[in-house]
Every structure is written in C-alpha cells, then in structure tokens.
C-alpha cells in the first residue's frame, strides 16, 4: 500500500526539515509508521529547499525519493511561482501554502483547478504572536485542517517534545498558541 | 514493552552505542556519518556512557587508537564514510589481522573523486577483502539491530574479528522513521560483559602485537584469519536467531523475499532492498513470479546460502551500487556468479549497476532490472551482461 | 621448515604469547670479530654495558663489576671496544 506522500517548500533557514521532523514525531505519537528526510544536500541559508514525510498505518519500505506526492506544503510564498509546485502532485492532490490569498486567487496563479487548495498568512500569525516569521510551526496547523492522520492536540504535544529542551516555556507557548491560530484561520477551498 | 522511537540511522547507530557503552570510541567526523559520532559525544559528556572518548586528528590516527584500544583489552568501536574509511585503509586490514573485535559503523558515501558526499557502496566494497566481517543494513531498525548483534559476533571466542555494519548514506543515515529499541538492560545482556583475549594491559602475561612476521609464518598466518571469517557463518546465523528471541527481529545471512514459487529474482543489498520488496509486491499483483535475495552478510561471503536460493531461478539480475574499473562486473555480481559455476542448476545472470554518487533508484528502475532479465532468459540472448540503471545514455 | 608449525596450531593474530622468546633466537654467529677485555684494567665504569646494542656485556650486579661478555648475543659490532676509556676492549678475529 502506497504510504501518503508530503513534499515541503521552504528555503533554508525556514525549519522546513524541523517542521517534517514534528509530523514525524506527531505520526510515532498517533501509532502510524512515517519517515521524514530533507532533500539532501549542502544546506545553504535562503536557498530553495525541499523536504519530505510519507505516513502510513503499515511498515514503509520505500527508500527512493518522493516523486508524487499527496500533498505539497509550501512554506515561503516566494516560491509559489518560482518553484513548480505542482510538480508530480495528482488531481487528488492538496496543496497548503502561506500567503496572502485565497484559495480562489491561488488556484488561478497556480492553474491548479482540481483536488483541494489550503491558504494561511502564517507569516501575518508568526508576526504578530511571536514578534518574528518563523512559520514552521503554524503550517503545522494549518495542516490538521486537511491531514486526518495527526489529531491537533498531537501534533501540538509533537511540538513541544521538539522544542521542549532547546526553547524557553514562553516560546513554546508562542509556537503553539500560532499554530492554533493558524489552524483557525486557514482557509479550505 | 518495545520503545518506539523516531530516529535516523545515525541516531539510532549513537543509541545502540550508548546502551552498549563501550570501553573506548575514536572518531573523526565525515559526511554522512557526523551526526552519529556527535550524538555519541554528547551522550559521553552527559555522563551518559563510561566511554574513554578519543578526539583524533583523522581516520588513520581514529583506526589506530582503535587497534591500541582493542589491543589493550577495551571493548571499542567508530564511525566513519567513505574517503574517512579510504584514509583508515591500512589500519583497517590491521585491525582484522590482529583478530580485534573492533566495530564499526559506516554510513555508505561515494568514494571521490570528483567529491560527492552522496550513497553509494564503493567504500566498503573496497574494504571486503580488508577480513573484516560485514553487514548492511535496509533502514534505521535494521542498522540498530545489526550493531548490537556485532559487538556479539565480533566478540565469539570463534570469531574475533572486527565488523563493519553499514547503512545507506543519507538515504538511512539522515531519514527519520519509526525504530524499535531494545531496553538498555536487555542490550547489555545480550551483548554480555567483553573478555578480551591477550590484553596488553595483563601485566602478568606480557604478548607481543603485530611483530615482523616473514615468509616463515605469515602466509600460515593469513591461513587461519582465512578459516576464521569463515568459521563465523554460523556464528553470525546463530546471533541472528538469539537477537530474535530478544527482539522479535531475527536475522540470517540472508532475507528472502516472496521467493518460495519465483522464476525471476533481484540481489541487492542496502536501503534498495526495502523500494525492491515494495516493487515485487506490485508485480505479483501483474502475475509476475519475482522475488528479492537481500545479501544482509556479504563478507562472509554466504556462498552456499545464495546457490541454494537462486540455482532454482530462470533469471537473476544482481544490483551493484559500486563499479569495479576495468573488472567484469560489480562486486556483487562477480561473486553470484562465481559462487554459481559449480551449481547444477543456474539461472541467467545480469548485472545492473545503479545508483552511483547517490543517483536514486525508483521502483521503474527495478521493474526495468526485472524486465530485462524476463526478456533475456525468453529470447535467450544477452547483448549486455553488465548493464546501468537510471544513467543517462 | 619440517619443525615449523602449521597454520592450526598458531596463536590467532599472529600474537606473540611467550613474553621475551627473543632470548631463544641466538645472533651470536653474526659475528666476523670478537670483543676480548683485559680485566685487569677494567675501571667497572659500564660504558660498555650501557651502550651495547645487544646487552651482551655480562655484569656481576652483586659485586657491582663487569665480568664479559655472552657470545651468544654478541654480535661482534665493536662499540664496546671504541667507548672503552682505558682502551682495555679488544676486537679480535673470530676464527682465532
């Protein structure tokens, strides 16, 4: 059975390969078996880079890279149009990106007119709780919306097993309450 | 109760070397193995491990403390890649020759040049006649399980011998996936506490190591490091089953995979083993009679294993993910087939090499390995025994 | 080599369990001269003890004097003879 595929956008820099990490440690924490692995490569601040989950109720036995994926994450709205990010994704497909728009103003700049599109300004949310764009973590919550295989509160205890040595109580409380509100707000179309 | 825990292959190496706790690690850090080695250390400077930590200024000098360690009675291991593993060479084929139960990790990386820092098996299909024992390993679970059975192996008063487990650089070493581990109890008494065998620091029984050693003795030297890697077959057979009465994962020289009615099947090692399994599934669902060899022990080399499971095929194509320059074949594939001469029965052999530099190898790739083979053996004709998957013409 | 042992009965590792076998290995016949000392002479100063290569040079260590040498060892490379400061070491032909 093919496990569910998941390719994230980001540049480097972004905690796009810690955002893979979390749903990986959300997926061990729902039972499922999941892998999470960057594109590999020399890790250059503010290049383009990708990063993967494939999440499934049986033992993953793929090795190969992620070619067709369920769903594309796209963490830095730059990208929306310099990167193709539709690349492989089927009809079925569902794509979540931070940015301005609707999913109506997305679907035509990206010319995606089937499956499901998902926006969020979490760049606006990470502002404005945590005082800087760190939007790693409220993608995460935007997720939930269209990802049954994490429950929310999983993936908010995921966050903070990831952060709960290296950040301070308060930070963390920020990351999460950013990642409730991305969840809030994100919009499903 | 297993814990289940998200590590990469890295990580999970670092954690069975922290339950095991070894005397002594030397190290020197290389892409793809850094993050096992700096895990490692940090669990040494937590106090985490009782481990002499041996901060050296290169691989030759890391394979050196590691001789000395060992020599010195200490249960010792490292970590290393590729031009790391080229570096240590010499001291490498010491190691085996001292019959040092040394382990060691490598995280499979392309031996330059030009550089690349991506997998492919040619550092240590260059280290398998070096005497040491070695087994690779499909993901994290596998390289967590291979290297606490190698400490046991290593360690057998019939064996002695240094072992090398390997994983997939980056591929493994760098995915995080769900991995069982062991209670550190349990590893501790599987592995048992390390008897050394002449310790230099017995001062009572005072032994020379490594002496000048001529035409007089050496060859009968070399005779019996011969017999002692392949006395440890068994050996290694027999861990595999008692790992398995602890863990519920039991292992063999080899894996075979949905082989018991096939006409065709594919040798591979490493993480492609786990993408073939998945791409044999979907041709069975064609009608296609495919099966998988996973070689999880390729030095020794599991001879009478592989005949008994292949003579009966139609076809086998061998995946080899190094290159020997000017030889006939891949290393794999040159040991199939010789191990095949002498069978009664043999099926027609094609070597496929793959994955270069860390090139990826999809499931088309394999389904093309399978198809070639089938059109082979159905035409009768091989234009190309030694063939590329997944390189551009 | 009909004594020498076969590739069964070594020790594995090529190690060398026997501490300081060295001893059974004699390099006496290396030798074209030989050291002779006049004892008579001899200052006991261990010159020619201390910079023997072999450790040929016999002392009595009760009495604190040197008393020869052990010709099973020696292999006659003269340095004795050449540090001796009251010249009282001689290297004479072997055959003789």
Known sequence: MKPLEIRWHGRGGQGVVTASRILAEGALREGKY????????????????????????????????????????????????????????????????????????????????????VTVNASHISREILGRVVVNTPMLGALCRVFDQVKMETMLEAVRAQFGEKLRAEVIEKNLSSLKKAHEEAQVG | MAKIMGFNGNAAVAYAMKQINPDVVAAYPITPQTDCVERFAEYVSEGLVDTEFVTVESEHSAMSA???????????????????????????????????????????????????IHCDHSDTMGARDAGWIQLFSENAQEAYDNLIQAVKIAEDMGVRLPVMVTQDGFIISHELERVEILEDQEVKQFVGPYQPRYPLLDLEHPVTYGPLDLFDYYFEHKRSQIEAIDCSLPVIERVGQEFGKVSGRSYGLLELYRMEDA??????????????????????????????????????????????????????????????????????FTEVRSALYDAESRPLTLDFIYGLGGRDIFQEDIATAFSRIEEAVKTGRVEKPIDYLGLRE | MSQEKGWKELVPGGIIVEAGNAKEYKTGDWRTEKPEVNLEGCIHCFFCWAYCPDSAVVVDSENGKMVGFNYDYCKGCGICASICPPKVITMIPEES
């Open chain 1, 34 to 117: 999941f892998q999470a692995f960057p594109e590999y490569g020399p890790e250059r601040m503010g290049a383009p880079i990708k990063a993967f989950n494939r999440v499934s109720d049986q033992p993953i036995r793929l090795h190969c890279g992620v070619t067709n994926p369920e769903l594309v994450i796209v963490v830095d709205p730059t990208l929306l149009t310099s990167v193709n990010v539709l690349e492989g994704l089927g009809e079925d497909g569902i794509v979540l990106a931070n940015c301005e728009k609707s999913p109506a103003e997305l679907r035509d700049i990206l010319g995606f007119k089937t499956g499901k599109v």
């Open chain 2, 66 to 116: 590691c001789v000395g360690a060992a020599a010195a009675g200490g249960r010792v291991m490292t970590a290393t890649a590729a031009n790391g593993l080229a570096l240590m060479w010499e001291i490498v084929y010491i190691a085996a020759s001292m019959r040092l139960p040394v382990v060691m990790m490598v995280a499979n990386r392309a031996l330059s040049g030009n550089i690349n």
């Open chain 2, 263 to 332: 006409e065709y099947g594919l040798v591979a090692l490493g993480s492609t083993c786990g993408t073939a399994k998945e791409t044999i599934d979907g041709l069975r669902e064609k009608g296609k009679k495919v099966g998988l060899i996973k070689i999880r022990c390729f030095r020794p080399f599991p001879k009478e294993a592989i005949v008994k499971a292949v003579s009966p095929l139609k076809g086998l194509a061998v995946l080899d993910r190094s290159a020997t320059f000017g030889g006939f074949g891949g290393p794999v």
